[in-house]
């Protein structure tokens, strides 16, 4: 399986941004998948995650209220829509799959995620 992600990029504090993440050469069912983040000299942070099916997302606080994740299973695709964007957001942004997650499994442990994207950088400037 092969990751791909897009759409980052240096914005304003205040602005939106929406990623995306392109899963390719392997099967999906199941799946959950998720975002993550590192930021400089920092470790990589859980960001938000969604179900197989859609129907379930979890977000960690710092992004909550802010930061809607989507996904298309056909083709698979997850979405991160980034809005009102701060500084404290930049970091490189990681998409992950979780292959073993079940049909509502959403798990928050990068360790539980089996495939990674090279990821994309988000820069917000104050």
């Known amino acids: 399986v092969q990751l791909a992600e897009s759409g980052g990029g240096p914005v304003q504090a205040g602005a939106s941004l929406r990623l995306s993440c392109v899963a390719s050469g392997g099967t999906y069912v199941n799946s959950a998948m998720g975002w993550f983040r590192q930021a400089p000299g920092k470790e990589r942070e859980f960001v938000a995650t969604i179900s197989w099916n859609a129907l379930i997302t979890f977000y960690s606080d710092s992004v909550k209220g802010r930061f809607t994740i989507s996904r298309d299973n056909d083709p698979n695709t997850v979405y991160l829509q980034m809005n009102n964007l701060k500084p404290e957001d930049t970091a490189i942004y990681f998409c992950?799959?979780?292959?073993?997650?079940?049909?509502?499994?959403?798990?928050?442990?990068?360790?539980?995620?089996?495939?990674w994207g090279l990821g994309t950088q988000v820069t917000v400037s104050s």
């Open positions: 992950a799959l979780d292959s073993e997650a079940g049909w509502y499994g959403t798990r928050t442990n990068p360790n539980d995620y089996d495939y």
